[in-house]
């Protein structure tokens, strides 16, 4: 069996809510595991925090419900289809 089509463990597929602080306000975001983590990799990688990560994709979701927006941010990302923050925002939003 390929690695796509792998089965995952239960874990990484059970969604968590996440308390965050986006400009100063208390929000939260529903994620599976798996989303969560590879959120926490790309803060990571880009040398900002979760926290300023997330702000970042919520300020350019447009009306977007921003799980559904740090969802699609990810998957762009592990794709390739992500030239820069900025488009990977509004291709979430408009998805």
């Known amino acids: 069996m390929s690695e796509a089509h792998a089965p995952q463990d239960a874990s990484s597929r ?3 809510k996440h308390s965050v602080v986006i400009a100063g306000h208390r929000t939260s975001v529903s994620l599976e595991d798996a989303f969560w983590r590879a959120l926490k990799g790309i803060a990571t990688q880009e040398g900002v925090s979760l926290a300023a990560l997330i702000a970042r994709v919520d300020a ?10 740090l969802r699609v941010f990810v998957l762009e990302r592990a794709l390739g289809n992500s030239p820069s923050l900025e488009g990977e925002v509004k291709s979430a939003a408009n998805s």
């Open 14 to 16: 059970r969604i968590v």
């Open 60 to 69: 350019g979701r447009g009306d977007a419900n921003l799980s559904s927006a």
